[in-house]
């Protein structure tokens, strides 16, 4: 899987309006108290929190990575379990109260592979190999590799023409129907990127495909960018990217035990009637052994943006190209190895503050995820480091690092599956990270915390600039605008907006399953690169290439450090609805407008079939198949919707001003334990969000304001029961949808009336 955090984008030009003003540090006594505090235990957390700062070291997140990654350590390997065993020791080392929870999945390994141009063009057989570099230690380690290729294919052997499909997600398949393409009973290629891979031969797959091959086009992480490796950081023409092609539409982790914990003894549904499987088998192929069987493509040229960076001309197909695709796994069964660790909060132990990264990688995997791991343990021994000074958190820390990411989220989804009842009770908040590189401050997830982690980022000061890593995020936000009113709201909004978390990494199972308010944090934005998941993605690279001095890692470690301690000793939860309420009529209004141009553009487009548009303006000497109309969709009913946002405010503001009232002057009353009962319902709050029965069609994500893209499979989407039946066209779905999702908010405007009234009691 692949966070989102590396975005590629690349920020030019100086926003000239804004002011660079200094980091005016936070961190002094007569500063405004921190949101959920009181002066007095304010002054105290302040105080911890500039001790924790001073602590992450960088040359203990290089040693640490050197170790990590100084082996292939993928689920099943030697070194996975050598890795987690240390990772424990570490823990132990550092004071944490350690173990190590083990599960049992399903995980294929590649047994044969083969893609073979038989037909079209010269015989041609694709190496799959990646070679190793010279003066690259670790990539001469072939026999620990695992070989390219994307776990979860379905067993095949499969010989057709080929189709070029482009990114292979719906909308290229509605460009090659206009120009009369089908991929039944074909091939597809598909370039890597715009969505992620399973969705390539999931979709090839429903438009009746037979086999999916999956390359690195040089145009998106190749030459194209720049000096390949070792010469720069960009893929090699033999590099490959491995991934998981697991279908997760309907649920994320082990595909035998969906929605329940992989222990040894849970009830696993056998192998042949395992859903998340592929329907079609996949290979992974790279640039140089894509090159021989796109050439041998004929039929139309593909649309200009369908062209990649090969120096070659793009056709259609299908055929004449003809491919043998063939792929066998070994069906084993294999361990996983996540280690969980413990600091007992000392006033609310039952309420718990969670942090994770996983620890697995394709390969050696430096950047994906070793670098987000070193920060995390490096945060742990400053908690420890903090524990012997003497500071006892008020809730329990838990440190997690998880085993089996990459083949779908496993590590994660099982304990979350296994602990789900307990952690519905005792769960605040998962703040996850996966990879870091250098740059900006990249935060996504749950908007009760946007106000939160706006805060803590103005408290992290940026290694490079030494302005607050908010102040940066915010400039470059300003430079990047898109629009005048994504500007007007990063320069007159109070906290900047959060994105919304997606699929991709381990906070998926806390937040779509669980409905626990999950955080994804990364620093990224300046690094560029092409060795995701390859051999290539090890520590001569990344002290190369990335963060090479471990400055950007040491500020996530601060990051990371300084949002856990200040949700573990918050005497008030520091949830806040005001944002939150905000961000929802937001979406709403995305949702309600994205209705409104589907209507648009049926209307507008069956007036172009009337008019005989499409005839009139196709070129007779290419084939052109004009669209069909479609039915115009019926004006919906979102009113229960728009009135349980403005019910959403009305609660929000309420809370926000019994919580003024009762921070005046000290906040006196915020101190002692009275507080419980409303930390409890805040606990609730993310949960109100969820439904027992989630998304239609995908039972594991009950979260209804957030879910990864059924057909971007990273890409986020807000009130994806609406938003998706309204791409899928379906109408009366689409307002039922909105109903239930409206009735969802009104329980969570009852929550934060019944925190508003118990707060209010206690300034009477
Ligand atoms: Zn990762």
């Given at each position: 899987m692949k966070t989102c955090f590396r975005t590629f984008l690349i920020v030019g030009g100086v926003f000239a309006g804004a002011s660079l003003a200094p980091l005016k540090s936070r961190v002094t006594?007569?500063?405004?108290?921190?949101?959920?505090?009181?002066?007095?235990?304010?002054?105290?957390?302040?105080?911890?929190?500039?001790?924790?700062?001073?602590?992450?070291?960088?040359?203990n997140l290089r040693a640490y990575m050197e170790r990590l990654t100084a082996r292939p350590h993928n689920v099943g390997s030697a070194y996975d379990k050598d890795n987690a065993?240390?990772?424990?020791?570490?823990?132990?080392?550092?004071?944490?109260?350690?173990?190590?929870?083990?599960?049992?999945?399903?995980?294929?390994?590649?047994k044969e592979r083969l893609v073979e141009l038989v037909d079209g063009g010269p015989h041609f057989t694709a190496k799959m190999q990646e070679p190793p570099v010279p003066g690259d230690p670790t990539s001469g380690q072939?026999?620990?590799?695992?070989?390219?290729?994307?776990?979860y294919s379905i067993d095949g052997d499969v010989t057709a023409p080929l189709v070029y499909v482009n990114y292979g997600v719906p909308e290229d398949y509605e460009v090659l129907e206009r120009h009369g393409v089908s991929v039944k009973g074909a091939i597809v290629i598909a370039r890597y990127g715009k969505s992620w891979r399973g969705i390539k031969p999931l979709v090839g797959a429903e438009h009746g495909a037979v086999g999916c091959i999956i390359y690195s086009d040089p145009r998106d992480d190749g030459y194209s960018g720049g000096e390949t490796f070792p010469k720069g950081p960009w893929r090699p023409k033999d590099g490959v990217q491995r991934g998981s092609v697991q279908d997760s539409a309907m649920f994320m982790g082990d595909p035998l035990t969906p929605a329940i914990g992989a222990t040894a003894d849970a009830k696993r549904v056998p192998l042949k009637d395992a859903q998340s499987l592929t329907k079609i088998p996949v290979l992974p192929i790279s640039y140089a052994d894509a090159e021989p069987l796109l050439l041998a493509i004929a039929g139309p040229v593909a649309p200009r943006d369908w062209r990649g960076g090969l120096p070659i001309t793009y056709h259609l197909g299908p055929g004449p190209a003809k491919v043998h695709l063939k792929m066998f796994s070994n069906w084993d069964m294999k361990p996983l190895y996540d280690v969980i660790a413990q600091i007992p909060g000392g006033t609310y132990p039952e309420e718990w503050v969670m942090r994770g990264n996983h620890h697995d990688a394709w390969v050696n995997g430096a950047e994906d995820p070793t670098s987000g791991m070193v920060t995390v343990l490096e945060e742990a021994r400053s908690m420890g480091e903090l524990l012997k000074q003497g500071w006892k958190p008020k809730r329990t820390i838990i440190y997690c690092a998880w085993d089996g990411e990459e083949?779908?989220?496993?590590?994660?989804?099982?304990?979350?599956?296994?602990?789900?009842d307990e952690l519905r009770l005792h769960a605040v908040a998962y703040i996850n990270s996966d990879s870091n590189s250098r740059g900006y401050l990249e935060m996504e997830g749950s908007h009760t915390l946007e106000h939160f982690m706006n805060d803590v980022a103005r408290d992290v000061q940026d290694p490079e600039t030494k302005l607050s890593v908010w102040k940066r995020a915010q400039l470059r936000g300003i430079a990047g605008a898109s629009t005048a009113e994504e500007k007007r709201d990063l320069l007159e909004r109070h906290d900047m907006r959060l994105d919304m978390l997606g699929g991709g990494s381990d906070h998926a199972p806390f937040l779509n399953f669980a409905g626990i308010a999950a955080i994804g944090i990364g620093y990224a934005g300046e690094d560029h690169g092409g060795i995701y998941h390859s051999i290539y993605d090890d520590f001569y690279w990344y002290t190369h290439f990335s963060d090479y001095d471990f400055i950007y890692g040491r500020a996530l470690s601060q990051t990371g450090g300084i949002a856990v301690m200040r949700l573990a000793d918050a005497d008030l939860l520091p949830l806040q609805f005001a944002d939150f309420a905000d961000d929802i009529r937001m979406y709403v209004r995305e949702v309600e407008k994205f209705a409104g141009q589907q209507r648009e553009q049926i209307q507008e487009l069956n007036q172009k079939i009337q008019e005989g548009l499409f005839e009139a303006t196709a070129d007779p000497r290419e084939t052109w198949v004009t669209p069909k109309r479609e039915e115009i969709p019926p004006h919906l009913n979102f009113a229960p919707l728009d009135n349980a946002v403005e019910d959403l405010a009305r609660s929000s503001a309420d809370y926000q001003k019994a919580l003024d009232k009762i921070s005046a002057n000290g906040g006196a009353a915020l101190a002692g334990t009275s507080l419980r009962e409303v930390n409890e319902l805040l606990m609730q709050s993310e949960r109100r969000l969820t439904t027992p029965e989630g998304l239609p069609g995908r039972f594991w994500y009950k979260h209804q304001l957030y879910a990864p893209g059924a057909y971007t499979g990273y890409a986020a989407k807000a009130i994806p029961a609406v938003r998706e039946s309204l791409e899928q066209k379906k109408w009366k779905e689409a307002e039922q949808a909105a109903a239930r999702v409206a009735q969802v908010l009104e329980n969570e405007s009852v929550l934060i009336n019944s925190a508003t009234t118990k707060l209010s009691a206690m300034t009477k």
């Open positions: 006594a007569d500063d405004a108290p921190l949101y959920g505090y009181s002066a007095s235990s304010s002054a105290v957390e302040r105080q911890w929190e500039e001790k924790m700062r001073a602590i992450p070291d960088p040359k065993e240390w990772l424990l020791g570490k823990f132990k080392e550092f004071g944490l109260d350690a173990h190590i929870e083990s599960f049992s999945v399903l995980y294929p390994t590649p072939t026999s620990e590799q695992l070989p390219t290729y994307n776990a083949p779908g989220l496993l590590g994660s989804t099982e304990w979350v599956e296994t602990h789900v």
